[in-house]
Nanobody
Framework: QVQLVESGGGLVQSGGSLRLSCAAS????????MAWYRQAPGKQREFVAR???????NYADSVKGRFTISRDNAKNTVYLQMNSLKPEDTAVYYC?????????????WGQGTQVTVSS
């Protein structure tokens, strides 16, 4: 059973920083990509950042220059360093992974972690 376990969410003031972590566990053969999405109250889930197996990264325009996605391949873990946080960053953040396991290649989601930025 593959699981994505997230940590690092919480409450911060505007201009502050948070670092989210997401560790994939289970009988994993290979992780092809990991990403972060977020969903604010009353809004659709949106893409935030993605890192591909070769190291290529992509960011939403709204977070470019402020957020950094990275990974630790040995730990099957992805991180999201969030700096210069704004109230509009407040959302539930979801970890996503495309990976191969005993079930073949498929997409997985974490449970979500709340990030709240106060003004």
């Amino acid at each position: 059973q593959v699981q994505l376990v997230e940590s690092g969410g919480g409450l911060v003031q505007s201009g502050g920083s948070l670092r989210l972590s997401c560790a994939a566990s289970g009988s994993i053969f290979s992780i092809h990509s990991m990403a972060w999405y977020r969903q604010a109250p009353g809004k659709q889930r949106e893409f935030v950042a993605r890192i591909i197996s070769g190291g290529t990264t992509n960011y939403a325009d709204s977070v470019k220059g402020r957020f950094t996605i990275s990974r630790d391949n040995a730990k099957n873990t992805v991180y999201l360093q969030m700096n210069s946080l704004k109230p509009e960053d407040t959302a539930v953040y979801y970890c996503n992974a495309v990976l191969t396991s005993n079930s073949g290649l498929r997409n997985y989601w974490g449970q979500g972690t709340q990030v709240t930025v106060s003004s």
